[in-house]
């Protein structure tokens, strides 16, 4: 994990990565193809979320503000 994390991995691609292997691997074990989950006694620590922000009516209304000018001044798409 400390590797993944070392090569720009993300804490929550990390979990996510070992939540899948780990369940994989169970679901192995269920069906006779494992004798043993090798990731089972793994704990795999929560990746905690800073805390948000929210944002006050006028930090609103400045990014509408400028998404409305923004979107003005970009071409319109040709899809």
């Known amino acids: 994990m400390k590797a993944q994390l070392a090569a720009g991995r993300g804490q929550s691609t990390v979990w996510h990565i070992l939540a899948t292997l ?14 043993v989950n090798v990731a089972r006694p793994t ?7 800073e805390e948000r922000r929210i944002w006050t009516l006028a ?6 503000r400028y998404c409305r000018t923004w979107n003005r001044a970009s071409p319109p798409s040709s899809s």
């Open 59 to 64: 930090q609103a209304v400045t990014f509408l």
């Open 43 to 49: 704990v795999i620590p929560r990746h905690r979320a």
């Open 22 to 35: 780990s369940s994989a691997l169970g679901e192995a074990v269920r069906t006779h193809r494992l004798a």
